[in-house]
């Protein structure tokens, strides 16, 4: 591997990281990180018709309120936040 490819890669690779949320960072601790997975998550069963009536017929609930569950876990999917250390 050449100088010119590994940096053409990390360019590659900030670029997505500044496209999309989800894909993370250096500064991204394991909090936020299990957040955007959860929130990822979510939204995916959110929009994903077949898979949101499923969850329904497997909590016997309407396919509305399934998605008004999913959506109210997305605010805080794994708890407040810890608290930081101040250096």
């Not at 053409?8 to 670029?15: A, R």
């Not at 960072?25 to 997975?37: C, G, P, S, T």
């Not at 018709?49 to 998605?67: D, K, M, Q, T």
Request: proline share 5%; aromatic share 12%.
């Amino acid at each position: 591997m050449q100088a010119s490819d590994r940096f053409n890669i990390n360019s590659q690779l900030e670029h997505l990281q500044a496209k999309y949320v989800g894909t993370g960072h250096a500064d991204l601790n394991r909090f936020e990180w299990a957040v955007n997975i959860q929130r990822d998550s979510y939204a995916s069963y959110v929009g994903h018709y077949p898979i949101l009536s499923y969850f329904a017929i497997a909590e016997n609930e309407s396919i509305g309120r399934e998605r008004y569950n999913f959506m109210q876990k997305m605010l805080l999917p794994c708890g407040l936040p810890p608290e930081r250390e101040e250096d």
